[in-house]
């Protein structure tokens, strides 16, 4: 059925632009939101975005170090053939200019800039139940009324500073990764200080101590890493990608976390300790996320994961040639990846360097910041620069701080005040024909994140396909549905280790206050898929949909 068009020049009463949908966001999922909307379903859409340029989590996190940690080749959209086959990855793990070289390329190429709106943040959204339509008001003063609105605010957009006493009086310079000015930071003859050690920091710290008279980082809890292995990608290895991707996509939907390559079918248990060891060693050679695969019971049984976290212990204690700094950094007090398992370039070496000092946070707790710098417990540390590598508000905070209205004006904040409940991560009961894109309650975090994106775009556009094929004009999750969802997703969390550690952005317990639930699905990629599709081809149960 073709789609109706409608030109967002138009306006309705008090000058409100009238459109099919808004997209908040123009990260990978705002970008591939909109082509679909726009080029395939023939809607009209407008991607309303706070930054100046495009790019989304990318065009804030430009911090020193700031890498990917999936793979370049599959760290991409698998939409279109021809993209694929044109564009040319230069290192096996992107860098943050890469990236957006990328993103960019892709808004050209595919005529995106044209439906999105930069600078303008989004302030409020409500829906009104009589017109069946969202209003969305911008900082700027702006109306707009879709049918349809769509959040791609990403699950990591929402920085997350700390409220330490004193930190206004601070009268050195401070930044938070999140926020880094685009201009960069000159480290040359400062003393720093680095608050925070998760996959942020263990990327930062390197690069600042390189250019750094003296880093300082404060770690409150040591984190396992397993060595990137970065390195240039050479013709030949792009040419056999390029071959290789049917398989490579296909691969990578079926997977688990989304990324093209298999978990053993091993249990960790079953192998001697000899070929334990030889196995991880390989393993750890090679580099990257792929360790997590060496065998299949690494997430879900704990004396299988204390083989993993004995050996990364063992290699921290190798690097690090101080005993006692080595101790420090060696984690206790969570299994391997039940936190995210960050992957690194020389972060362990870097505490060999003479000008690099680790404090330990959780045995001298920081009790202030001071003009002069940081004073723990026990001692003072004279900064000239503070760094806050200290993650974001994770996967609900970028959508609270839009002010998201349902029906009788029911707040989105008001709603999860003891956490997110949504169905399938989709929708959220009581706010008509809103979907969130990798919202809690869906795979997200836990997978490479291009693979989740595209499988969320292209359910949400046959959804609504689906929906104007049929005349339908709404279309909701149910309580009941969400009520089982949100029990499902603890359930399937509760299989795995991920829940014992007890300090992971994962529950929110970066961000105090924050309720301490488990956020993103655990039940895997491919299963999470699965389900979709069976919702669709079933016809929406779980949803109510209406003219």
């Given at each position: 059925m073709?789609?109706?068009?409608?030109?967002?020049?138009?306006?309705?009463?008090?000058?409100?632009?009238?459109?099919?949908?808004i997209i908040v966001g123009a990260g990978f999922s705002g970008l591939y939101q909109l082509h679909v909307l726009r080029d395939r379903l023939g809607l009209s859409a407008r991607v309303l975005e706070a930054g100046a340029g495009i790019g989304g989590t990318w065009y804030w996190n430009r911090y020193p170090g700031a890498r990917c940690d999936s793979e370049s080749y599959y760290y991409s959209f698998s939409f279109s053939k021809e993209l694929e086959q044109e564009w040319e990855w230069t290192e096996r793990y992107p860098e943050q200019p890469e990236i957006m070289r990328y993103l960019n390329h892709v808004a050209d190429r595919f005529d995106l800039r044209r439906d999105i709106q930069l600078e303008t943040r989004v302030t409020g959204a409500r829906f009104d139940a009589a017109?069946?339509?969202?209003?969305?008001?911008?900082?700027?003063?702006?109306?707009?009324?879709?049918?349809?609105?769509?959040?791609?605010?990403?699950?990591?957009?929402?920085?997350?500073?700390?409220?330490?006493?004193?930190?206004?009086?601070?009268?050195?310079?401070?930044?938070?990764?999140?926020?880094?000015?685009?201009?960069?930071?000159?480290?040359?003859?400062?003393?720093?200080?680095?608050?925070?050690?998760?996959?942020?920091?263990?990327?930062?710290?390197?690069?600042?101590?390189?250019q750094a008279a003296h880093l300082t980082v404060f770690q409150r809890t040591p984190n396992y890493s397993v060595p990137a292995r970065n390195g240039p990608m050479d013709a030949e290895r792009r040419q056999q990608i390029k071959a290789d991707y049917p398989e490579i996509?296909?691969?990578?939907?079926?997977?688990?976390?989304?990324?093209?390559?298999?978990?053993?079918?091993?249990?960790?248990?079953?192998?001697?300790?000899?070929?334990?060891?030889?196995?991880?060693?390989?393993?750890?050679q090679q580099g990257g996320l792929r360790f997590r695969a060496t065998?299949?019971?690494?997430?879900?049984?704990?004396?299988?994961?204390?083989?993993?976290?004995?050996?990364?212990?063992?290699?921290?204690?190798?690097?690090?040639?101080?005993?006692?700094?080595?101790?420090?950094?060696?984690?206790?007090?969570?299994?391997?990846?039940?936190?995210?398992?960050?992957?690194?370039?020389?972060?362990?070496?870097?505490?060999?360097?003479?000008?690099?000092?680790?404090?330990d946070v959780r045995a001298a707790p920081i009790q202030e910041i001071t003009p002069l710098g940081v004073r723990t417990?026990?001692?003072?540390?004279?900064?000239?620069?503070?760094?806050?590598?200290?993650?974001?508000?994770?996967?609900?905070?970028?959508?609270?701080?839009?002010?998201?209205?349902?029906?009788?004006?029911a707040s989105l904040r008001d709603l999860w005040s003891a956490g997110p409940r949504t169905y399938l991560g989709l929708q959220t009961a009581g706010f008509p024909n809103l979907f969130t894109i990798t919202g809690p309650g869906s795979p997200s975090v836990l997978t490479n994140m291009p693979t989740a994106i595209e499988q969320h775009v292209d359910?949400?556009?046959?959804?609504?396909?689906?929906?104007?094929?049929?005349?339908?004009?709404?279309?909701?999750?149910?309580?009941?549905?969400?009520?089982?969802?949100?029990?499902?997703?603890?359930?399937?969390?509760?299989?795995?280790?991920?829940?014992?550690?007890?300090?992971?952005?994962?529950?929110?317990?970066?961000?105090?206050?924050?309720?301490?639930?488990?956020?993103?699905?655990?039940?895997?990629?491919?299963?999470?898929?699965?389900?979709?599709?069976?919702?669709?081809?079933?016809?929406?149960?779980?949803?109510?949909?209406g003219r």
């Amino acid at each position: 059925m073709a789609m109706t068009q409608i030109d967002p020049a138009e306006t309705g009463p008090q000058h409100v632009k009238i459109l099919d949908a808004i997209i908040v966001g123009a990260g990978f999922s705002g970008l591939y939101q909109l082509h679909v909307l726009r080029d395939r379903l023939g809607l009209s859409a407008r991607v309303l975005e706070a930054g100046a340029g495009i790019g989304g989590t990318w065009y804030w996190n430009r911090y020193p170090g700031a890498r990917c940690d999936s793979e370049s080749y599959y760290y991409s959209f698998s939409f279109s053939k021809e993209l694929e086959q044109e564009w040319e990855w230069t290192e096996r793990y992107p860098e943050q200019p890469e990236i957006m070289r990328y993103l960019n390329h892709v808004a050209d190429r595919f005529d995106l800039r044209r439906d999105i709106q930069l600078e303008t943040r989004v302030t409020g959204a409500r829906f009104d139940a009589a017109a069946n339509r969202w209003l969305v008001s911008t900082a700027g003063g702006e109306e707009y009324s879709a049918q349809f609105l769509i959040t791609a605010v990403g699950c990591l957009s929402t920085a997350n500073v700390p409220k330490i006493k004193g930190l206004d009086a601070f009268a050195g310079r401070w930044y938070h990764t999140g926020q880094w000015p685009h201009e960069g930071v000159d480290f040359t003859g400062q003393r720093v200080g680095l608050i925070g050690t998760g996959s942020t920091g263990i990327q930062a710290a390197p690069v600042i101590a390189e250019q750094a008279a003296h880093l300082t980082v404060f770690q409150r809890t040591p984190n396992y890493s397993v060595p990137a292995r970065n390195g240039p990608m050479d013709a030949e290895r792009r040419q056999q990608i390029k071959a290789d991707y049917p398989e490579i996509r296909a691969k990578s939907r079926a997977s688990t976390n989304g990324h093209p390559f298999d978990l053993s079918p091993r249990s960790a248990l079953d192998a001697s300790p000899e070929e334990r060891e030889a196995l991880y060693e390989a393993a750890w050679q090679q580099g990257g996320l792929r360790f997590r695969a060496t065998f299949r019971d690494l997430l879900s049984d704990v004396q299988a994961n204390e083989t993993a976290s004995a050996f990364i212990r063992s290699k921290i204690r190798e690097i690090v040639h101080d005993p006692a700094v080595a101790e420090r950094l060696t984690p206790v007090d969570h299994p391997f990846a039940s936190k995210r398992p960050p992957i690194d370039s020389n972060y362990f070496e870097t505490f060999n360097r003479d000008n690099v000092l680790l404090v330990d946070v959780r045995a001298a707790p920081i009790q202030e910041i001071t003009p002069l710098g940081v004073r723990t417990s026990d001692a003072e540390y004279k900064l000239d620069i503070l760094v806050f590598a200290t993650g974001f508000d994770a996967m609900t905070g970028p959508l609270l701080a839009l002010d998201i209205r349902g029906e009788d004006g029911a707040s989105l904040r008001d709603l999860w005040s003891a956490g997110p409940r949504t169905y399938l991560g989709l929708q959220t009961a009581g706010f008509p024909n809103l979907f969130t894109i990798t919202g809690p309650g869906s795979p997200s975090v836990l997978t490479n994140m291009p693979t989740a994106i595209e499988q969320h775009v292209d359910w949400i556009a046959d959804c609504i396909a689906y929906m104007r094929g049929r005349g339908l004009q709404r279309i909701e999750a149910t309580s009941a549905a969400s009520d089982q969802w949100v029990e499902h997703v603890n359930e399937a969390a509760n299989a795995t280790l991920l829940p014992m550690a007890s300090s992971s952005w994962y529950l929110g317990a970066n961000v105090p206050g924050k309720p301490r639930v488990f956020m993103p699905y655990a039940g895997g990629m491919a299963k999470y898929a699965a389900i979709c599709e069976q919702v669709a081809a079933d016809g929406y149960p779980g949803f109510q949909l209406g003219r």
